[in-house]
């Protein structure tokens, strides 16, 4: 998949003038792909100075210059889990944006990576109804277990007695669910907070993950939702998903860039063997079409 970013840096590179109004141009083609206007900014005053610097005045060493530059400030996240203990994976994310399919998309992902390792689903959106029913649908279709407690249940519990269960049957991934409500702030935090706290009594450090949820259509919501999350708990990469239909892509450099966390995996359609681990390489060339 091509972004409009590519497009765009074309045509004003076909202009062979390099001064003061093809940067700018640039940068406002950066800020348009959903990269933020200060981290567009920070780039296109490196791509300058680096440009002016180094004595580039073609087409082709500006265009490379401007990946290498991005190219620093995107992250990439190396996942993977210790099958001698049991890991937790935390998926966040506000709802709409194909959490719970993320969820079912990982779960086939460890099995085809991981055989014969038990893997659970732990239904801990338990504010709304439908996300316990699709969880466990995707369940029944994977031949995975799902631990869930009625609608309205503590969250924190149904996560304790997932655990619980895992360590039982000898399982050793959980992927856990959760509620999204961005409406109520304190309350999300609070929750959150609370779940972070049950799984960490729980789990060791190393074997427990926390993943957010992205829909890379969503521009910079998603750099906020991405900051609410970190701040919250600590985020140890994003997962984004919807990437077949994304327009724009920048929103990963963006939150790569000014909130420091990596991607670890690109989701690309609604099937489950529609989950990749995130490349950095391959993103920037779609990104800007190299």
Do not use: C, W
């Not at 073609?58 to 490379?64: C, K, M």
């Not at 732990?122 to 994977?142: M, P, V, W």
């Amino acid at each position: 998949m091509k972004f409009a970013l590519a497009e765009k840096i074309k045509a004003i590179f076909k202009k062979n003038v390099f001064d003061d109004a093809l940067f700018e141009d640039i940068e406002d083609a950066l800020i348009e792909s959903d990269m933020g206007t200060t981290l567009s900014m920070e780039i296109v005053k490196k791509l300058k100075a680096d440009a002016s610097k180094n004595k580039i005045s073609d087409q082709e060493g500006l265009y490379a210059l401007l990946k290498e530059i991005i190219s620093e400030r995107m992250l990439e996240y190396n996942f993977s889990i210790d099958i001698q203990k049991l890991n937790l994976i935390l998926f966040l994310g506000v709802n709409g944006v194909g959490k719970t399919t993320t969820i079912a998309k990982t779960a086939s992902l460890i099995k085809d990576e991981y055989r014969g390792e038990g893997i659970v689903l732990s239904a801990a959106d338990t504010f709304r109804a439908a996300a316990i029913d699709q969880l466990k649908l995707h369940g029944e279709r994977l031949g995975v277990r799902v631990i869930s407690q009625e609608h309205g249940s503590d969250p924190g519990a149904v996560i304790y007695d997932t655990i619980e269960s895992a360590k039982a049957k000898g399982d050793k991934v959980v992927l856990a669910d959760t509620a999204g409500r961005m409406h109520n702030k304190a309350n999300l935090v609070k929750e959150l907070q609370k779940i972070d706290k049950i799984i960490k009594s729980k789990i060791p450090k190393e074997n427990y993950f926390k993943f957010l949820v992205i829909d890379s259509t969503t521009g910079q919501n998603a750099f906020n939702q991405a900051e609410i999350f970190n701040e919250a708990i600590g985020l140890d990469a994003v997962v984004l998903a919807k990437y077949d239909s994304a327009s724009k892509g920048g929103i990963a450099v963006s939150i790569s860039g000014k909130l420091g966390i990596p991607f670890v995996f690109i989701g690309t359609g609604e099937k489950y063997n529609n989950l990749k681990r995130f490349n950095k390489k391959e993103y920037l060339d779609n990104l800007l079409d190299v």
